[in-house]
C-alpha cells in the first residue's frame, strides 16, 4: 500500500532530519495499493499514524510512543486520539488529515512548533460482494481490484450443492423446452410475416430482421416465400379458369345470338309465305297439305329459336355464376387470410407466455446453480449483469459495471445472473 504522509516544512536541519526519519518510518510500515495521492478516507479506513519531535535543547528526535498506533476510522467518519480527540477525517487526504493532527496537537498542548505526523493507510476499508456469487461478503481491498476480481475473491458465480442435480438439471430441462419455443416462434413470426404481405397485395414478404441472422431463420424466410408464391399462383389459375369459361360461354352467346337472328328472318319468310297461300288457299288454288306442311315448318322453326334463346340464357346465367365463384374465391382466401393471421397472433400470444414460464424457470434455476449458464447454448446463454455501489460523501450511487471496472475502497459489487430476456414480438 502507498505510503502517504505529511511533514511541516522548515529550514532547520533538525527538522529536517525529524522529516527524513518520519518518512523512513512511513515507507517502511507502507504497503502497495492505493496509487492515487487524493485517495479521500472513509469509514472502516484502517490508518498508521506516528507522531515526532525534535528537542533542540537534547539535540534528540523524541517519539511519540503514546500517540503512535492504528486508527480506524468509525462510522460518523471521525478519528479518536489522545490530545486531539475526536477529529474528522472522512473526506480527507492523508495529508490533510496529518496537517490536522499536527495542528491540533500544537494548538492543545501549547507547543511553540507543530510537531511531524506521518499519516498511511495501514489497510484500505472492504469492499463487498454481493448477489449470485459463491461466497457473497466482505473482502480486504487489494490494489487494481476489478468487477472480475472481486468475483473470484468470492469463489466465481454460485455453485449448486448436488453437482448435475437441481439447479443444472432444472436450467437445462427449461433451456431445452425454451430453444425449443425459440424455434415455435420464428416459424410463427415468418408464417405472420407472410399473412401480412399477402393480405396487403405485395409481392415481398417484409420478415423481422432477427430471422435474417440464423440459418434457420433464413430457411424459415425460404419456406414461406415459396408458400406464398405457390398460394397466389393456385389462385391465379382458378381465377384464370373462370375467366376462359366466361369467355367461352360469351361466345357461345354470340353464336347463339346469331343463329337466333338467321332462324328469325327465315321464320318471318316462312310466315309471309304461308300468308299468300292462306289467300290462295280460300280461293280453292292450293291444297289443303301444302299449307299444313309450311305450318309444320314454321313451328319447327319457333321452337329452335326458342331452344336457342334457351340456351343463350343458360349461358349467361353461367357467366354471372362463374363471376360469382371467382369473387367467393377471393373472399374465401381473404377471409382464410384473416382468420390464419388471427390464430397466429393468438398462439404467438401463447408462445410468448410459455416462454416467459420456462424463462423465469431459467432464472429460477440459475439462482440456485449459476454455474449452469456453462451448459447455455449459443444465442440463449443467462447473462451476468454487474452494478457497483458507491458511497461519496456519505451518499449511495449504483452504476452498471462491466468486468475491467475498477472497483475502489468501500464499494459494494453487486452480480446477478439473469436468464435469456423473452422477446416475443
Same mark, same amino acid.
Given at each position: 500500500?502507498?505510503?502517504?504522509?505529511?511533514?511541516?516544512?522548515?529550514?532547520?536541519?533538525?527538522?529536517?532530519?525529524?522529516?527524513?526519519?518520519?518518512?523512513?518510518?512511513?515507507?517502511?510500515?507502507?504497503?502497495?495499493?492505493?496509487?492515487?495521492?487524493?485517495?479521500?478516507?472513509?469509514?472502516?479506513?484502517?490508518?498508521?499514524?506516528?507522531?515526532?519531535?525534535?528537542?533542540?535543547?537534547?539535540?534528540?528526535?523524541?517519539?511519540?510512543?503514546?500517540?503512535?498506533?492504528?486508527?480506524?476510522?468509525?462510522?460518523?467518519?471521525?478519528?479518536?486520539?489522545?490530545?486531539?480527540?475526536?477529529?474528522?477525517?472522512?473526506?480527507?487526504?492523508?495529508?490533510?488529515?496529518?496537517?490536522?493532527?499536527?495542528?491540533?496537537?500544537?494548538?492543545?498542548?501549547?507547543?511553540?512548533?507543530?510537531?511531524?505526523?506521518?499519516?498511511?493507510?495501514?489497510?484500505?476499508?472492504?469492499?463487498?460482494?454481493?448477489?449470485?456469487?459463491?461466497?457473497?461478503?466482505?473482502?480486504?481491498?487489494?490494489?487494481?481490484?476489478?468487477?472480475?476480481?472481486?468475483?473470484?475473491?468470492?469463489?466465481?458465480?454460485?455453485?449448486?450443492?448436488?453437482?448435475?442435480?437441481?439447479?443444472?438439471?432444472?436450467?437445462?430441462?427449461?433451456?431445452?423446452?425454451?430453444?425449443?419455443?425459440?424455434?415455435?416462434?420464428?416459424?410463427?413470426?415468418?408464417?405472420?410475416?407472410?399473412?401480412?404481405?399477402?393480405?396487403?397485395?405485395?409481392?415481398?414478404?417484409?420478415?423481422?430482421?432477427?430471422?435474417?441472422?440464423?440459418?434457420?431463420?433464413?430457411?424459415?424466410?425460404?419456406?414461406?416465400?415459396?408458400?406464398?408464391?405457390?398460394?397466389?399462383?393456385? $389462385?391465379? /389459375?382458378?381465377? !384464370?379458369?373462370?375467366?376462359?369459361?366466361? *369467355?367461352? &360461354?360469351?361466345? %357461345?352467346?354470340? #353464336? @347463339?345470338?346469331?343463329?337466333?337472328?338467321?332462324?328469325?328472318?327465315?321464320?318471318?319468310?316462312?310466315?309471309?309465305?304461308?300468308?299468300?297461300?292462306?289467300?290462295?288457299?280460300?280461293?280453292?288454288?292450293?291444297?289443303?297439305?301444302?299449307? $299444313?306442311? /309450311?305450318?309444320? !315448318?314454321?313451328?319447327?322453326?319457333?321452337? *329452335?329459336? &326458342?331452344?336457342? %334463346?334457351?340456351? #343463350? @340464357?343458360?349461358?349467361?346465367?353461367?357467366?354471372?355464376?362463374?363471376?360469382?365463384?371467382?369473387?367467393?374465391?377471393?373472399?374465401?382466401?381473404?377471409?382464410?387470410?384473416?382468420?390464419?393471421?388471427?390464430?397466429?397472433?393468438?398462439?404467438?400470444?401463447?408462445?410468448?407466455?410459455?416462454?416467459?414460464?420456462?424463462?423465469?424457470?431459467?432464472?429460477?434455476?440459475?439462482?440456485?446453480?449459476?454455474?449452469?449458464?456453462?451448459?447455455?447454448?449459443?444465442?440463449?446463454?443467462?447473462?451476468?449483469?454487474?452494478?457497483?455501489?458507491?458511497?461519496?460523501?456519505?451518499?449511495?450511487?449504483?452504476?452498471?459495471?462491466?468486468?475491467?471496472?475498477?472497483?475502489?475502497?468501500?464499494?459494494?459489487?453487486?452480480?446477478?445472473?439473469?436468464?435469456?430476456?423473452?422477446?416475443?414480438?
Amino acid at each position: 500500500m502507498k505510503t502517504l504522509f505529511h511533514r511541516h516544512s522548515s529550514s532547520s536541519p533538525a527538522r529536517a532530519l525529524v522529516g527524513a526519519v518520519l518518512l523512513l518510518m512511513a515507507a517502511v510500515g507502507a504497503t502497495a495499493a492505493q496509487t492515487n495521492g487524493d485517495y479521500q478516507l472513509d469509514t472502516m479506513d484502517r490508518l498508521r499514524i506516528r507522531i515526532a519531535e525534535w528537542q533542540s535543547a537534547e539535540g534528540a528526535l523524541r517519539d511519540w510512543s503514546t500517540l503512535n498506533g492504528d486508527y480506524v476510522v468509525g462510522p460518523s467518519g471521525n478519528i479518536s486520539m489522545p490530545f486531539v480527540g475526536q477529529l474528522k477525517a472522512r473526506g480527507k487526504t492523508v495529508g490533510e488529515l496529518s496537517a490536522a493532527i499536527a495542528g491540533q496537537l500544537q494548538q492543545k498542548l501549547g507547543l511553540s512548533d507543530s510537531p511531524e505526523a506521518s499519516v498511511e493507510i495501514a489497510e484500505f476499508r472492504p469492499v463487498f460482494i454481493a448477489g449470485d456469487v459463491q461466497t457473497p461478503g466482505k473482502y480486504p481491498f487489494d490494489p487494481q481490484l476489478t468487477v472480475l476480481k472481486a468475483l473470484s475473491l468470492a469463489g466465481g458465480l454460485r455453485r449448486s450443492d448436488s453437482a448435475g442435480l437441481g439447479g443444472p438439471r432444472d436450467f437445462i430441462n427449461a433451456q431445452g423446452n425454451y430453444d425449443l419455443l425459440v424455434a415455435q416462434r420464428n416459424g410463427l413470426l415468418a408464417r405472420r410475416a407472410r399473412l401480412t404481405a399477402e393480405a396487403e397485395g405485395k409481392n415481398a414478404i417484409d420478415f423481422p430482421d432477427d430471422l435474417r441472422k440464423t440459418d434457420a431463420g433464413r430457411k424459415l424466410m425460404g419456406d414461406e416465400t415459396a408458400l406464398m408464391e405457390a398460394r397466389a399462383k393456385r $389462385l391465379r /389459375l382458378q381465377l !384464370s379458369g373462370l375467366d376462359d369459361l366466361k *369467355k367461352l &360461354l360469351q361466345s %357461345e352467346i354470340e #353464336s @347463339l345470338t346469331q343463329k337466333i337472328a338467321t332462324q328469325n328472318r327465315q321464320l318471318d319468310l316462312a310466315r309471309q309465305e304461308l300468308k299468300g297461300l292462306g289467300n290462295l288457299q280460300e280461293k280453292g288454288l292450293v291444297a289443303n297439305q301444302r299449307v $299444313l306442311t /309450311l305450318e309444320q !315448318s314454321n313451328a319447327e322453326l319457333e321452337g *329452335k329459336i &326458342l331452344d336457342m %334463346e334457351t340456351a #343463350s @340464357l343458360r349461358a349467361k346465367q353461367d357467366i354471372a355464376k362463374a363471376t360469382q365463384d371467382g369473387t367467393t374465391l377471393q373472399n374465401d382466401r381473404d377471409t382464410e387470410i384473416a382468420q390464419d393471421r388471427q390464430q397466429t397472433e393468438a398462439d404467438l400470444n401463447e408462445m410468448g407466455l410459455k416462454m416467459g414460464m420456462y424463462s423465469g424457470l431459467m432464472t429460477e434455476a440459475l439462482s440456485r446453480a449459476p454455474e449452469a449458464a456453462a451448459s447455455a447454448t449459443p444465442g440463449s446463454e443467462p447473462m451476468v449483469h454487474y452494478k457497483i455501489v458507491r458511497s461519496t460523501n456519505g451518499k449511495s450511487s449504483e452504476s452498471d459495471a462491466a468486468e475491467d471496472t475498477a472497483v475502489l475502497p468501500g464499494d459494494v459489487v453487486k452480480v446477478e445472473v439473469t436468464a435469456p430476456r423473452v422477446n416475443s414480438n
